[in-house]
């Protein structure tokens, strides 16, 4: 069953901007990452669905990078989270705000 | 069967290469060498690897490679740039070296050489995979760097840094897919096709590209982050985070400018870019005003360099790239000496750091006061410094390109910067302060530092005057 490339590029920008909400409304640093980690994933989707329709391997070898990439990410991520919170006892970015820009 | 590996590919490889076995190295003699040792011989390993790779790049001037099937270019600006981040790296490991705390030198010398080797990927970057991987290895390395600290104000600004960057790195990364999916291609050579100038996916990944570049070189609409990060990161890191992170992302730009736009598009996609960049210059000047600190006062004075910078690029002439590249390496002097003098002035560079620590300090250490206030005037642009020179040639090559709104911006901008800087500067020999003299020997390293920057920002006032330079002056 064909399936248009204008289904993909609706879905991963669905969960795109899913992934943008979270990162502007939710207030917990962890879901934000996990937000972070959702945008990334939506461009994953959009790189294997072009490289699919261009039959261009460029954008399946991307997509392994960028999972490569986000795994370090999301480690390094957690360690900083981790120790804010040992310091902090706290989860609410609302609350860190010792620098105003 | 073969695989090629021309010496192109060697010569793109080897100074990256140099800093990144500096950075292995640095960690693994670190497991052998104990007491008060590793702090020299940590940052020592860190100057002679950056010292190598600035002399391996240096042999690279003017020769032109296309390394890895078009993935990364060597020569050509990407050279100078390269410099550029070498520069900042020894500047800030000899910061480093001078008011580092010393349990942790290994680690943080090791990640300051690797967030080196994804700035300079990032210089050469001609493919939207190597400019992804050199910007996340230079990102990824800053957060760690950031909160290397035991300091609440450091762990808030890795956090900060972590959560705002990284969504940026998503909007860019979203943008490349983008791209791609127009062209499928990742290599920006591919983008200069003119059919993609009526391409709604070209014009929407590209918009979605320079909001990621926009983020990290901090203008308008996504500067807040820069004050809080620079101010809580240790002054070593925010002095390389100011100068690398901006150089790697003006390289990436002047890649998509120079070479990846088709003809029609480039105005109409790059317009957005010139407004932002200023409104910059008028925020970030003006946001100086209000600043009690010297890190977020060179934060806001970097949002507006950047403006300037790119002012100077606006039209895309080849020689507003040159006068882009020399504006960038003054700013680099100017920047990292004005932090070298907050280094020497306390030993821990948080209480340097503060504004009211310059009160009187013309009484107290004339030297230091003179290189500051040199620094400075570099900053605002007045002679006899660099930055004077560099203001010039930017305004000229903005007009000439027919960006006279930026011109104008830029000489607003300037206008207002002057108060602020003349403020610290009257604060530094108006107000004498009856404090006791520090008794705290300043860091020779710092010290040298210091002097280095100060004769590089007069130095390069005299330098660049060839007939050629000087030419679209007179037109």
Redesign the interface.
């Given at each position: 069953m064909p399936v248009a490339i204008g289904n993909y590029i609706a879905l991963s920008s669905v969960m795109f901007f899913i992934g943008v909400a979270g990162v502007l409304l939710r207030r917990n640093p962890l879901v934000m990452l996990m937000s972070i980690e959702l945008m990334f994933n939506a461009a994953n989707l959009l790189f294997m669905a072009f490289a699919r329709a261009w039959l261009a391997n460029a954008g399946q070898v991307f997509a392994f990078l960028v999972i490569t990439v986000a795994a370090a990410e999301a480690a390094i991520g957690l360690a900083i989270v981790v120790t804010t919170f040992r310091s902090e006892k706290n989860v609410d970015v609302d609350e860190i705000r010792l620098l105003r820009g | 069967m073969t695989i090629p590996f021309t010496s192109a590919d060697w010569n793109a490889l080897v100074p990256i290469a140099i800093v990144a076995v500096a950075a292995l190295l640095v960690l693994v003699v670190d497991l052998f060498v104990r007491g008060y040792a590793p702090r020299y011989v940590s940052i020592g390993i860190g100057l002679i690897g950056g010292i190598a790779a600035g002399v391996v790049v240096a042999g690279q001037f003017g020769h032109n490679y296309n390394a890895f099937f078009g993935g990364f270019m060597t020569g050509g600006f990407t050279s100078v740039f390269e410099e550029i981040v070498l520069l900042a790296l020894l500047g800030s490991l000899i910061l480093y070296g001078a008011i580092g705390t010393p349990d942790r030198v290994a680690g943080t010398t090791a990640l300051m050489l690797w967030s080196t080797c994804g700035a300079m990927l990032m210089a050469g970057a001609a493919n939207?995979?190597t400019i992804?991987?050199g910007l996340?290895l230079l990102s990824?390395s800053l957060?760690?760097l950031c909160?290397m600290v035991d300091r609440?104000?450091a762990?808030?600004?890795?956090?900060?840094y972590?959560?705002l960057s990284?969504?940026a790195t998503?909007?860019m990364?979203?943008g490349?897919?983008?791209l791609?999916?127009a062209t499928?291609?990742?290599m920006l050579a591919d983008f200069v096709n003119p059919a993609l100038a009526s391409s709604a996916l070209f014009w929407m990944g590209g918009g979605m590209f320079l909001i990621g570049l926009a983020f990290k070189l901090s203008l308008v609409p996504f500067?807040?982050?820069?004050?809080?990060v620079y101010?809580?990161a240790p002054l070593p890191v925010t002095a390389f985070m100011s100068v690398a992170t901006k150089a790697a992302t003006l390289a990436v730009f002047a890649r998509f400018l120079y070479a990846a736009l088709p003809s029609g598009a480039a105005e109409k996609l790059l317009l957005p870019m010139w407004i932002v960049a200023g409104i910059s210059m008028i925020v970030g000047n003006a946001g100086m005003l209000a600043q009690h600190d010297l890190k977020r006062l060179l934060a806001y004075s970097g949002i507006a360099q950047a403006g300037y910078i790119l002012t100077a690029m606006a039209g895309g002439s080849a020689l507003g790239l040159r006068y882009a590249m020399f504006y960038l390496t003054a700013y680099t002097f100017m920047n990292l000496g004005a932090f070298a003098v907050a280094a020497v002035i306390s030993n821990d560079g948080e209480q340097g750091s503060r504004l009211t620590s310059y009160e009187g300090l013309a009484h107290r250490r004339p030297l230091l006061a003179t290189a500051m206030t040199i620094f400075l005037l570099a900053l605002a642009g007045l002679p006899p410094t660099a930055g004077f020179l560099g203001k010039i040639l930017i305004l000229s090559s903005s007009v000439s390109a027919g960006y006279d709104w930026m011109a104008a911006l830029l000489i607003a901008g300037t206008a207002i910067s002057l108060y602020a800087y003349g403020k610290t500067i009257f604060a530094m020999y108006a107000r004498p302060r009856h404090e006791p003299h520090d008794p705290k020997p300043c860091a020779p390293l710092a010290w040298a530092s210091v002097v280095i920057c100060a004769v590089a920002v007069i130095a390069m006032t005299f330098y660049p005057l060839t007939p050629s330079n000087i030419l679209p002056l007179v037109k």
């Open positions: - | 939207l995979m992804f991987l996340e990824l957060y760690c909160g609440k104000t762990r808030e600004a890795a956090l900060k972590l959560i990284s969504t998503g909007f990364l979203y490349m897919a983008l791609f999916g499928g291609s990742v500067h807040t982050w820069a004050p809080d101010e809580g």
